[in-house]
């Protein structure tokens, strides 16, 4: 485990979600989409490293734009 700033990485699928705002679902779903850099542990769950939270944080902002276009 690594600590960057606050955060230790890597981090679980439930706290990325609670760190972005996603929902757990749409982290899996971009992760099987290969959208969302991830590996996975001896358990086979899915870990993701300081570079996930960034682009999590890109497809959060991308789909609350889209949803304020189709409005």
Known sequence: MRRVGSR???LSTGELSGL???S???VQYWSERR????WLDE???RRFEAA???VAFALS?????GEARSR
């Open 8 to 10: 230790c990485y890597p």
């Open 20 to 22: 972005t705002g996603m």
């Open 24 to 26: 757990k679902r749409q």
């Open 35 to 38: 959208l969302q850099p991830h």
């Open 43 to 45: 358990r086979g769950h």
């Open 52 to 54: 996930a939270v960034i």
């Open 61 to 65: 902002d991308s789909k609350q734009q």
